[in-house]
């Protein structure tokens, strides 16, 4: 441990260097606007609608966990009278959508991607380049969760901004260290 950290010092890639046992607490969060850092060219319609797809794929997952939670709290509760709960379409469409607002606002507060993104490469910022709020951020997800047409726009655009971008000034650029 180091005395002045606080925190335990692991052994590091480099010889007779001490790395921190928690790097990510120190690291500071890059933005588009970095000095050249990162790409920060903006995002297309491909690697956007790639970046939503898994997301959709989180968002079933998570539905899908969802039901089994709620599944074997009813078989804990009444053994002998169970039987696998039969929410309606709607229903399901409903947590559906409320639960990837929510994702949506959640991560792009705090980290400035969905996982979708962070695996395609991308970081949705304001226009300053930094994160957005949890304000900014809640009115993006829903947007983007009832009007998910509004990414077509991308193709058009000419600086690839989906409707959503246009209307809230914000951007998806590409976030990672050129070769």
């Not at 053994?79 to 039969?86: G, K, L, R, V, W």
Request: include cysteine; charge should be positive; aromatic fraction near 6%.
């Amino acid at each position: 441990m180091t005395a002045a950290e606080g925190s335990p010092v692991v052994a590091s890639p480099v010889v007779g260097v001490p790395a921190p046992a928690r790097p990510w607490h120190a690291a500071a969060a890059p933005s588009v606007r970095d000095g050249g850092r990162v790409q920060g060219r903006a995002a297309g319609i491909v690697t956007r609608s790639l970046a939503n797809v898994a997301d959709l794929g989180v968002v079933c997952l998570l539905v899908a966990g969802g039901y089994v939670g709620v599944a074997a709290v009813r078989f804990l509760l009444r053994p002998a009278a169970f039987q696998f709960p039969a929410p309606a379409l709607g229903t399901l469409l409903i947590i559906g959508l409320a639960l990837q607002a929510v994702y949506f606002t959640v991560t792009w507060a705090v980290v400035g991607g969905t996982p979708g993104d962070r695996l395609m490469g991308l970081r949705v910022t304001g226009g300053s380049g930094g994160r957005l709020g949890w304000g900014r951020s809640a009115v993006r997800a829903v947007l983007c969760t009832l009007v998910p047409i509004g990414l077509l726009w991308v193709a058009v655009s000419p600086k690839n901004r989906s409707l959503q971008d246009v209307l809230l000034r914000t951007r998806v650029a590409y976030d990672w260290t050129p070769a």
